[in-house]
């Protein structure tokens, strides 16, 4: 009996013991799940309270400039990642149609952001007609032509990044691309409204039509006319033989431009020279025959004719001797052996010793180089639009025909070959088939210079 009300005793105890166990188990793992409930109300307030206080700041703002004016996004869409990319938060901004007005321009040059971002660009014209659609690189090629209103689109987006963000921008401006100004009329500079004897008149046409050449028409000889930078000149030339009075030039370009200049003619100062020659000399008669001036005149004269397009020279000419003494004048009236009539000298003599160096005085394209009987060995360069040095009685020549002469450049040697009394350099210049005075190009004085300071050097 005892024994068994012990194990009764026994028995309720452990029953005790269990229930209270099972209690304090109970009370544990409440206390847990409300510690796991406070952790997981606290990471959604966490995640609410991150998603709520964040808010458009945090979206890029991907710098787009055009024609260097800064552009804000017309509209974007932006995912921004919250706590390390577990989830994110939208932002988006609807289309709100501005359009920033540029005002006019000739092109519209844009700058993007770094390559991170892919880019299209829209180009639309008037009524929304497409002229071009492609990335930032293919844009660079793109011309606009015709005038008129152009709207320009540009996409900018960046791929999905959790960590980052991704999302997309859109930009939009237009502008104006007015109507090309109509070109300048032409318009014709003359140098002088009177030129002496011996000295030339320049021609300058500005702004001579598109692809035409202008053409010159004169009673003084032929007029040609060869670009010098952007515009077009020429030079009329009055030889001594030319009577003063006045002249008339024609000047015509395309089928628009007709123009007449009006010059006068002015005497010149030209000294007297009486000079003796031995004819009897047989190498003097030869040089002095028919046979020897009809050579000349064969070779000689077809130069006249011809005139290269283009200006070769630039400044005032060198002299072609370094050391030498002026023994005949330009345009100088030389009685010959006491006879009744003059002859006129069409160049400067300037005698030196046989063998002195002769020098190009301005660059140019060597047309001859040849022995004549009348003149020696004999050299002409073409400086450009017809306008020619010779040079006579030489003892060598140092250049060929063809030959691209530059300014200082040894053509010859000063020697007395042809009908020449001495060593001496017979230095001449002309345009077309009239002789003007050489030293207005080594004093830099003249109609040769008289409009440089009014030509365009553009290409």
């Known amino acids: ?29 409440a206390i847990l799940l409300g510690m796991l409930l406070l952790i997981v109300l606290a990471f959604i ?23 260097e004016r800064e552009l804000l996004p017309d509209s974007y869409s932006w995912n921004q990642p919250l706590m390390q990319g577990l989830t994110f938060k939208e932002f988006q901004q609807p289309y709100a149609n501005q359009c ?10 844009l700058e993007l952001p770094s390559r991170e971002y892919a880019s299209r660009i829209t180009v639309t014209f008037g009524e929304q007609q497409s002229l071009f659609e492609g990335s930032a690189q293919e844009y660079q090629g793109f011309r606009y032509q015709e005038p008129g209103r152009y709207q320009v689109d540009v996409e900018l987006s960046l791929p999905e990044k959790k960590e980052q963000g991704w999302g997309s921008f859109h930009y939009r401006a237009a502008f104006t691309l ?43 000889c032929k007029v040609t006319f060869a670009r010098r930078g952007a515009d077009w000149i020429a030079y009329v030339p009055v030889s001594y033989l030319r009577e003063p009075g006045d002249c008339t030039v024609s000047v015509t370009c395309g089928e628009d431009f007709s123009q007449q200049v009006e010059f006068q003619v002015t005497e010149g100062d030209f000294e007297v020279q009486n000079l003796t020659i031995d004819v009897s000399d047989p190498v003097i008669s030869e040089a002095n025959s028919p046979a020897a001036y009809q050579q000349y005149r064969d070779a000689i004269y077809p130069l006249y004719e011809t005139a290269d397009p283009e200006i070769y020279w630039d400044g005032p000419f060198i002299e072609p001797l370094d050391s030498y003494r002026i023994s005949t004048t330009y ?22 010793g046989t063998g002195t160096p002769v020098k190009a005085p301005g660059a140019g ?10 003149t020696g060995n004999t050299v002409a360069i073409e400086h450009g639009a017809g306008m020619k040095t010779f040079y006579f009685h030489m ?4 250049v060929a025909e063809g030959d691209l002469v530059r300014q200082g450049q040894q053509i010859g040697t000063v020697g007395t070959t042809g009908y020449s009394t001495g060593p001496h350099l017979h230095f001449e210049l002309r345009v077309a088939n009239q002789a003007v005075d050489p030293f ?6 003249g109609g040769f210079f008289a409009l440089d300071g009014e030509a365009s050097t553009g290409q």
């Open 1 to 29: 009996m005892a024994e068994r009300e012990t194990a009764s005793r026994g028995l309720a105890l452990r029953l005790r013991r269990e229930e209270i166990n099972l209690k304090a188990l109970k009370r544990i793992a």
């Open 178 to 220: 007015p109507e090309p100004p109509p070109p300048p009329e032409p318009e014709l500079l003359q140098s002088a409204r009177q030129v002496a004897q011996g000295d030339a008149l320049a021609l300058l046409l500005r702004n001579a039509p598109e692809g035409a050449v202008p053409t010159a028409e004169t009673e003084v």
């Open 331 to 352: 345009g100088i009236k030389r009685y010959t052996n006491g006879g009744a009539t003059p002859s006129r000298h069409a160049g400067t003599d300037m005698a030196a």
């Open 395 to 398: 003892n060598s020549l140092e």
């Open 45 to 67: 307030g966490g995640i609410a309270f991150l998603y709520y206080t964040t808010d458009s700041s945090v979206v890029p703002a991907p710098a787009v400039r055009a024609a």
């Open 440 to 445: 207005l190009m080594i004093r830099g004085e």
């Open 100 to 109: 920033v007005e540029l005002g006019e321009l000739d092109a519209l040059p």
């Open 365 to 374: 394209r060597v047309v001859f180089a040849q022995y004549l009987l009348n």
